[in-house]
T-cell receptor, first 115, second 113 residues
Framework: DGGITQSPKYLFRKEGQNVTLSCEQN?????MYWYRQDPGQGLRLIYY???????QKGDIAEGYSVSREKKESFPLTVTSAQKNPTAFYLC??????????????FGDGTRLSIL | GNSVTQMEGPVTLSEEAFLTINCTYT??????LFWYVQYPGEGLQLLLK?????DKGSNKGFEATYRKETTSFHLEKGSVQVSDSAVYFC????????????FGTGTSLTVIP
């Protein structure tokens, strides 16, 4: 079955440590997204990528970095500069058609906590 | 700019009650509208969508109609079940802003037997 796989499901970070969240999709989608979800705040866009080797900052990119070397992969690194990283992180993808009427498909998320 | 406003929760209903979750939007262009559902510890799943004015999206007994005149996309279900307990998100996608999605803050629904 096609879908989006996020790993790990739970992740713990020590102070001063960078951690990388994995996101892989086999839907052949061009566009991929990272969101952060905090209780009562909905989803906030961190980074997105519409094609391989290109990505743009979202609303809350500070303290995060991404890469898009392959179409199916869009890993997110939470750096030590992100002072409040505890959250639920969601990866999504979409076909990236210009019509704007295609839904985003989501992975099951990674919950990141500070030790 | 683009934004989505949902009614605040939490919402608690008895089984078989009628559900309405209000959603209104602001958009610079001609958006497509979506409802997503999130069960505990999981990602978001698409529930239904509508891509132009007066379209009605429906799925699993849920319905929502794209009302351009009132800029609304309210979610309704005639008879809720315990298994409908989840968080519901309204969202829009606007071609004029590069197909970015804009999400509401979510409405938590609990259905009690």
């Amino acid at each position: 079955d096609g879908g989006i796989t996020q790993s790990p499901k739970y992740l713990f970070r020590k102070e001063g440590q960078n951690v990388t969240l994995s996101c892989e999709q086999n839907l052949n989608h061009d566009a991929m997204y990272w969101y952060r979800q905090d209780p009562g705040q909905g989803l906030r866009l961190i980074y997105y990528s519409q094609i391989v080797n290109d990505f743009q900052k979202g609303d809350i990119a500070e303290g995060y970095s991404v890469s898009r070397e392959k179409k199916e992969s869009f890993p997110l690194t939470v750096t030590s500069a992100q002072k409040n990283p505890t959250a639920f992180y969601l990866c999504a993808s979409s076909p990236g058609t210009p019509s704007g009427n295609q839904p985003q498909h989501f992975g099951d998320g990674t919950r990141l906590s500070i030790l | 700019g683009n934004s989505v406003t949902q009614m605040e929760g939490p919402v608690t209903l008895s089984e078989e009650a009628f559900l309405t979750i209000n959603c209104t939007y602001t958009a610079t262009g001609y958006p497509s509208l979506f409802w997503y559902v999130q069960y505990p510890g999981e990602g978001l799943q698409l529930l239904l969508k509508a891509t132009k004015a007066d379209d009605k999206g429906s799925n699993k007994g849920f319905e929502a109609t794209y009302r351009k005149e009132t800029t609304s996309f309210h979610l309704e279900k005639g008879s809720v079940q315990v298994s409908d307990s989840a968080v519901y998100f309204c969202a829009l996608s606007d071609r004029s802003t590069g197909n970015q999605f804009y999400f509401g803050t979510g409405t938590s629904l609990t259905v009690i037997p």
